[in-house]
């Protein structure tokens, strides 16, 4: 029974620091689709400032 206690608290543990670490990662990941977003339309808008 102790066993079967540990496996479920180790369960819930897990997939709450699991989900914490995915969310952090994807957080991460859009950030620098942002940064990489806004580079391209600063060189779009370079080269129709030159035009």
Do not use: P, W, Y
Request: glycine share 6%.
């Amino acid at each position: 029974m102790k066993e079967l206690l540990f496996f479920i608290l180790g369960m819930i543990v897990g997939g709450l620091a699991m989900t914490t670490l995915m969310c952090c990662l994807q957080i991460n990941r859009i950030n620098e689709m942002e940064a990489r977003c806004m580079q391209l339309e600063k060189e779009k808008s370079e080269v129709q400032d030159e035009n």
